[in-house]
């Protein structure tokens, strides 16, 4: 290598000492004629792929929000660019497309796009002139305001024309430099809108609009650009060249830019921003073409387009630079003067950032032949200079021999400090047909007013080689892949500016997701994780081996990171200085496709708190929890860092307390929002609670205000009883079921939450979970609406209902803990509850509408004319009835919502008259059997005072106007048991009245336990006698002719009593009642199986009057089966 600090280079000699660049024309002699081959030097003049190339040159240098200096030299610079003097640069821009596509624009689409661009180019000089004028202290505000509003509209206005019905191709470049333009102009209203005196409404429309903008015209640049690709022909080599060159270029003056585009939006970068372009261009093949007198080119004797396309272009791969090249020969001649030795293969050495591994790649390389070596570590090759040869000589009449190849390679190259050299590949040539193929004619420089090792736009980082094709006429000739020059060798993280890192500058290693394609408007490829089932591991999409300035270190950083994903899926950043961060990648798309093509599917993710480096080499992980979801498709675009302060934390946990707080009162501060809910005050309040006491005390305390103001507030329009759950089955509290319990708040949530369990299977009957409280009356007003509202941390099979004259049902099935403060660990009581702080409010709204997308629950339900008397008010009811179920409950709240009026009153006034009319039938239709009930009750007594039973009844009597009482229908709602029917309060009443019966019933029975409810309990049985239980009531069953019951009575001697037997006997034999005292006074009450209807009970009775004070009641059977429903021996005082 030849260098020195004054770039006067030693010339390459080709031909004597010619240089390649100063070859002059030469004379050859071949089959009757001669061919004159001139270099094709470098052209001073703007080719469109120059103007690219320039102009993203100049934006990548005032990228984040400059000052008004910054951007009018910007906007100078760009007029100068595309408005210069002499023919219009836009045209240049549309002969360009319209060579490689075979496509001319016709006259009235070109004159229209033309016309339209002067005046864009008038119209933007005059918004300069107006900006610069106020940036010079002239603070014409009016003047520069008007300019831009005009100007804005008329690329408004003009955009359409660069996109006209069937010549959107040839005017792709076009487009995207006016796109371009128009946002760079739109930046401005955010940037320096508040100074012009813009209100923060018409600041954000503009911003809104900003945001529209790039992602319509990014998508339309990105389509036209694969719809150009789809257009060219791939049939040949010649096909495949001229289809690189489309891709080549415009890559340089339509997606470079498009790239550039997310980078205007001054909200999300608000400082200087270090971007970079990792997409790789490819230069021709190094191989002569278009040779006169039929000598023809390369492309006759090259493969197919297929062929080349897999042998040149690299599959999408991790950024790499190259670092060791060499370079093989073979020799080939047609006599002793006309040969060469010319480049058949090449070993290659390149790796990633970060890399301890070197990978080789081997292009047809014949081992133990002559190489080249060349050590390229710590130089940028910004520039090749490669001869094209070409042998040809006639052998005798009839046989020629041809042949091609690239027997002289210059690698211009410059180091870190400057330095600047040239690698020669030259193994020797004679007499041959030649041409010099310049790298910088095809990636022009960035300036032509600088040294070409200054503005350069790109260097080398590979070399791949066109296959021979079925003859041996070449033996594979090189073509140079090139990257961008923003895309640095180091991972630097800047402490003054937001660096933005691509994902595939990432290294491989450990459970690596891969790399794909990019979708166009991303500025290279992205990394990728992809499963279509569910996997057992953790998944790199990001590995960064990133260098931090020594003088930078403990700065604190935030994180972003630009992605796209087809489902929500957890995520870690991890470095070894802030450990594991969790966050949830949330889906960007709807799309069924698993390409991501569109702009909006590319959204943005700060990483929790800020993170700090202790050490100047570190790596920076983002792994997925591919686990967790059993198919996804993620991709990665680039990773932020956005350098903050000290206080930046405790300054955005204020901003965000502040925003959250300010939106929960009305401005007298003396009512809510509806919208604002219980859970919401609760969130904010959480988040006030970690404003740092020491740096803003005083506003804190004024947030503390609010957020305690709007709680009151809160609870008082809260209709609801017990509203933390602490008085459940207590006095003015809810009612529920067993299992339910009040649970204190957490380190996520300040209020107090109910857990209702599943429901109960007990004796083959489900048990359902119940929770629930009436609203009375007495608290609702007539014709207006209520809202049930409230949050559910998780849940299964919960039923939720509002019930008025009608029900409103809904069942929530939640899955708890997608916080995104805590999203993937159990709770820890020990740590801080501010330890995970909520540092912006995007952050805070996203976590707030996790809770609030999938957490919460609402139902309305409206009132009609209310009747105090009937208290029917408003029910609010939870209920389970599934064996797996759970539920999670927290800040339920009921309120008034808004009185009817209009057609929702109306129509709530025809319901109501349904209501009336249902009513008034059910009652009618249940009016016979709650008469039939009501008199049936009444005759258990003796009279109403109910306190004696008639002497003749017994406990059928009893359970037969129980059955009746149990008949009457609409005594619950269908809904919800608990809610009451119009007969509910008939049927409670009777219900007493059946308890009383049963009652007074037992205390007049001298034998205790005689309808067997509480099993043997009081009677003296054999240990075959068992108590069965049916539908209706509890038998004593008899069924051994050995088996004895009995029981010892204490009554009144001398007195009558009535002894009262229900059973049956079953099958052969008799059965025996029998009474009898300490003499031989005795009774007995027999049932055999000839008795009538013996499939039904039968009731029998006989007095018997004792001569003691105490007799004995004796049960048993001589064969087959004796069921005895009930005994009474009772007092007859008649």
């Known amino acids: 290598m030849n260098s020195n600090d004054s770039q006067n280079h030693d010339k390459l000699e080709i031909c ?41 040159g100049q934006i990548l240098g005032v990228l984040g929000v400059p000052f008004a200096l910054q951007v009018t030299n910007l906007y100078s610079s760009l007029l100068d660019t595309l408005w210069p003097d002499g023919k219009s640069q836009w045209e240049i821009f549309m002969e360009q497309v319209e060579e490689i596509v075979d496509q001319k624009i016709e006259n009235y689409a070109r004159n229209k796009a033309l016309a339209e661009l002067e005046g864009l180019g008038n119209n933007f000089e005059v918004y300069l002139e107006a900006l610069e004028n106020w940036q010079s202290n002239t603070r014409d505000i009016n003047d520069v305001k008007i300019r831009f509003i005009s100007l804005d509209s008329l690329f408004t206005q003009s955009m359409p024309s660069f996109r006209i019905e069937g010549f959107q191709l040839p005017l792709l470049s076009v487009y995207a430099q006016a796109a371009n333009l128009h946002l760079l102009l739109l930046r401005d209203a955010t940037t320096f809108g508040k100074e012009w005196g813009l209100d923060s409404a018409t600041m954000d429309s ?13 998508d339309h640049c990105v389509k036209w650009y694969k719809n150009g690709l789809n257009k060219l022909s791939k049939s040949t080599a010649k096909d495949w060249v001229k289809f690189n060159q489309f891709r080549r270029e415009m890559t340089l003056t339509v997606l470079d830019v498009v790239a550039l585009f997310p980078n205007y939006d001054a909200k999300i970068y608000p400082m200087q921003t270090v971007t970079q372009l990792t997409r790789e261009v490819y230069t021709d093949p190094v191989g002569m073409t278009n040779l006169p007198n039929g000598i023809g080119s390369w492309y006759d004797i090259a493969p197919t387009f297929a062929t080349i396309e897999n042998a040149v272009i690299r599959k999408p791969h991790l950024f790499d630079f190259i670092r060791n090249l060499y370079v093989y020969f073979g020799d080939r001649g047609a006599s002793a003067n006309r040969s060469m030795k010319f ?8 790796a990633n950032i970060g890399s301890s591994v070197f990978f080789q790649v081997y292009n047809y390389v014949k081992l133990g032949s002559n190489n080249y070596p060349y050590v390229f570590v710590d130089r940028d090759i910004y520039q090749t200079e490669s001869l094209a040869g070409c042998i040809y000589d006639i052998i005798y009449p009839g046989y020629t021999y041809k042949f091609f190849g690239a027997p002289k390679v210059e690698f211009h190259v410059v180091d870190r400090r400057n330095n600047t050299g040239i690698f020669t590949f030259n193994p020797g040539f004679g007499q041959i047909i030649q041409n010099v193929q310049n790298s910088l004619s095809q990636l022009p420089l960035e300036s032509l007013d600088e040294p070409a090792y200054e503005a350069y736009s790109h260097r080398l980082c590979h070399v791949t080689l066109v296959p021979p094709g079925n003859n041996s006429n070449y033996e594979g000739l090189p073509v140079y892949s090139w990257t961008h020059k923003s895309a640095s060798l180091e991972n630097v993280i800047y402490p003054d500016k937001i660096t933005q890192i691509p994902a595939v500058k ?8 891969g790399v794909e394609a990019g979708p166009g408007f991303t500025g290279g490829d992205v990394t990728k994780s992809v499963t279509s089932e569910a996997t057992t591991i953790l998944r790199d999409v990001v590995k960064l081996a990133v260098t931090i300035p020594q003088d930078s270190i403990k700065q604190k950083y935030r994180v972003r990171i630009r992605y796209a994903s087809q489902t929500d899926i957890p995520a870690t950043f991890f470095t070894s200085d802030s ?10 798309t709807t799309a069924a496709s698993n390409a991501f093509e569109n702009y909006k599917e590319f959204q943005y993710i700060d990483i929790p708190g800020t993170i700090e480096f202790t050490k100047v080499n570190e790596i920076v992980t983002v792994y997925l929890h591919a686990y967790k979801v059993s198919n996804h498709h993620v991709n990665i675009d680039k990773v932020e860092f956005i350098p903050v302060d000290n206080n930046f934390e405790a300054r955005k946990q204020l901003e965000t307390s502040e925003f959250f707080a300010k939106k929960l009162l009305d401005t007298t501060k003396e009512s809510l929002d509806r919208e604002v809910t219980d859970y919401q005050i ?9 404003v740092s006491d020491e740096l803003y005390p005083m506003e804190k305390q004024e947030l503390l205000n609010i957020v305690t103001t709007a709680k009151k507030l809160s609870q008082d329009r809260n209709l609801l009883q017990d509203i933390d759950f602490s008085a459940i089955n207590r006095e003015n509290g809810w009612i529920g079921s067993r299992g339910i319990e009040g649970t204190e708040g957490n380190i996520n949530f300040k209020s107090r939450s109910v857990r209702l369990p599943g429901a109960r299977n007990i004796d083959g009957k489900i048990d359902s979970t119940y929770f629930y409280q009436k609203i009375n009356a007495s608290k609702l007003k007539p014709y207006t609406r209520y809202e049930l509202r409230g949050r559910i941390e998780s849940s299964k099979k919960l039923e939720i209902y509002l019930i008025h004259h009608n029900a409103n049902r809904i069942i929530k099935n939640v899955n708890g803990n997608n916080s995104l403060l805590n999203s993937y660990n159990e709770i820890d009581p020990c740590i801080s509850k501010c330890s995970n702080h909520i540092l912006s409010i995007e952050e805070a709204e996203l976590d707030m509408n996790n809770h609030t997308n999938f957490h919460e629950f609402s139902l309305c339900i409206d009132t009609g004319e209310l009747d105090l008397n009937k208290n029917i008010g408003i029910w609010v009811a939870f209920k389970i009835s599934d064996l797996n179920g759970y539920a999670e409950l927290r800040n339920i709240e009921c309120i008034e919502v808004e009185p009817l009026f209009g057609e929702a009153l109306e129509k709530l006034k025809k319901q109501e008259q349904e209501w009336t009319r249902t009513e008034n039938k059910q009652y009618e239709e249940s009016k016979k059997i709650r008469a039939v009930a009501i008199k049936a009750v009444e005759q258990l007594f003796e009279d109403s005072s109910y306190q004696k039973l008639r002497p003749e009844l017994d406990l059928s009597n009893i359970s037969k106007a129980e059955n009746l009482v149990n008949s009457i229908p609409y005594v619950s709602n269908d809904w919800f048991s608990y809610v009451p029917g119009i007969n509910h309060n008939t049927v409670e009443e009777l219900k007493t009245k059946i308890q009383l019966a049963f009652a007074l019933y037992r205390h007049r029975n001298s034998i205790q336990n005689g309808d067997f409810k509480n099993g043997l309990n009081s009677w003296t049985v054999t240990s075959d006698v068992v108590v069965e239980e049916n539908q209706i009531d509890p038998e004593l069953v008899i069924s051994n002719w050995s088996s004895q019951v009995s029981q010892d009575v204490v009554v009144e001697a001398n007195h009558r009593y009535l002894l009262r037997v229900t059973a049956k006997k079953e099958n052969v034999g008799i059965g025996y009642i029998t009474i009898h005292d300490s003499t031989d006074n005795s009774k007995s009450i027999v049932f055999d199986d000839c008795e009538k209807n013996q499939d039904h009970y039968v009731t029998k009775t006989t007095e018997f009057i004792p001569s003691t004070d105490k007799v004995y009641i004796k049960i048993h059977e001589t064969d087959g089966i004796f069921r005895i429903k009930n005994i009474d021996f009772t007092l007859n005082k008649k």
Not at 29 to 40: K, Q, S
Not at 682 to 690: F, W
């Open 16 to 56: 004597s000492n010619a240089s390649l660049l100063s070859t002059p024309p030469y004379k050859t002699e071949y089959y009757e004629g001669e061919v004159l081959m001139d270099t094709i030097p470098f052209s001073s003049g703007k080719s469109a792929a120059q103007m690219g190339t320039s102009i993203v």
């Open 206 to 218: 503009y911003y809104k609009r900003q945001k529209a903008l790039s992602a319509e015209y990014s």
């Open 343 to 350: 480049w058949n293969g090449h070993e290659i050495f390149y």
């Open 506 to 513: 990432s290294f491989p290693g450990g459970q690596w997701g």
């Open 579 to 588: 450990g594991n961060r969790d966050f949830v990648l949330k889906s960007t």
């Open 682 to 690: 609760d969130y904010t309040a959480k988040l006030v609670e970690c």
